[in-house]
């Protein structure tokens, strides 16, 4: 079993930064890929970034290209999501999601951190 711990949420005006971190117990084959999802009440949760603990750029949304960045540091198995130019239509519960691959859908991703929430005030 794998445990996901975020942290860094909480609220911010709009244009403000913030910076999530993911802290994983153990890395195994199951979680190549750790991913950020986001969801608001009455929506699917949206994977909004993801990256393979090998390496590479990552895989953004496109409501988030060019405003977040998903990096890691793996002697401490955590990963990121600096959220910079926020904005109030990011405001959601967000999720750390560790899976073996890097698809776009939930049920790909084994394991999920409880959420932290972020509220951008216009």
């Known amino acids: 079993q794998v445990q996901l711990l975020e942290s860094g949420g909480g609220s911010v005006q709009a244009g403000g930064s913030l910076r999530l971190s993911c802290a994983a117990s153990?890395?195994?084959?199951?979680?190549?890929?750790m991913g950020w999802f986001r969801q608001v009440p009455g929506k699917e949760r949206e994977r909004i970034a993801a990256m393979y603990l090998s390496g590479g750029s990552g895989y953004y949304g496109d409501s988030v290209k060019g405003r977040f960045t998903i990096s890691q540091d793996n002697a401490k198995k955590t990963v990121y999501l600096q959220m910079n130019s926020l904005k109030p239509e990011d405001t959601a519960m967000y999720y750390c999601a560790a899976g073996p691959l890097c698809y776009d859908a939930r049920y790909e991703y084994r394991y999920w951190g409880q959420g932290t929430q972020v509220t951008v005030s216009s």
């Open positions: 153990r890395y195994t084959a199951n979680t190549k890929c």
